[in-house]
């Protein structure tokens, strides 16, 4: 059985910083792409940073660039999201993501084959 448990989520002044992880089990982030997605609306999820099983290659999207950063560490099968200079507008929920194809879930943010259960972030002074 699949499982992603995000932690790390909380409040946060503007300006802050905030880590996320995404631990997983049931698979090996060598085979898997792990992207984190957040809430843009009540039905839509963006997805914001990913990194690739096999070479570790990191995308980014335009919105999160020079502040957000994603990483692993596959002794842990562990993926992280280092979030700084948080601004208001990042306060929604966290979602780590995982797809078998880093094309669909990297470069098309599709919708993956597995979900974690999500992890708050409030941005407020």
């Known amino acids: 059985q699949v499982q992603l448990v995000e932690s790390g989520g909380g409040s946060v002044q503007p300006g802050g910083s905030l880590t996320l992880s995404c631990a997983a089990s049931?698979?090996?982030?060598?085979?898997?792409?792990i992207a984190w997605f957040r809430q843009a609306s009540e039905t839509v999820r963006e997805g914001i940073s990913c990194?690739?099983?096999?070479?570790?290659?990191?995308f980014i999207h335009d919105s999160v660039k020079g502040r957000f950063t994603i990483s692993k560490d596959n002794a842990k099968n562990t993926v992280y999201l280092q979030m700084n200079n948080l601004k208001p507008e990042d306060t929604t929920s966290y979602y780590c993501?995982?797809?078998?194809?880093?094309?669909?879930?990297?470069?098309?943010?599709?919708?993956?084959?597995?979900w974690g259960q999500g992890t708050q972030v409030t941005v407020s002074s």
């Open positions: 993501a995982a797809d078998r194809s880093v094309f669909r879930l990297c470069e098309l943010w599709s919708s993956p084959d597995y």
């Open positions: 990194i690739s099983g096999s070479d570790g290659r990191t």
């Open positions: 049931g698979i090996a982030l060598d085979d898997y792409a």
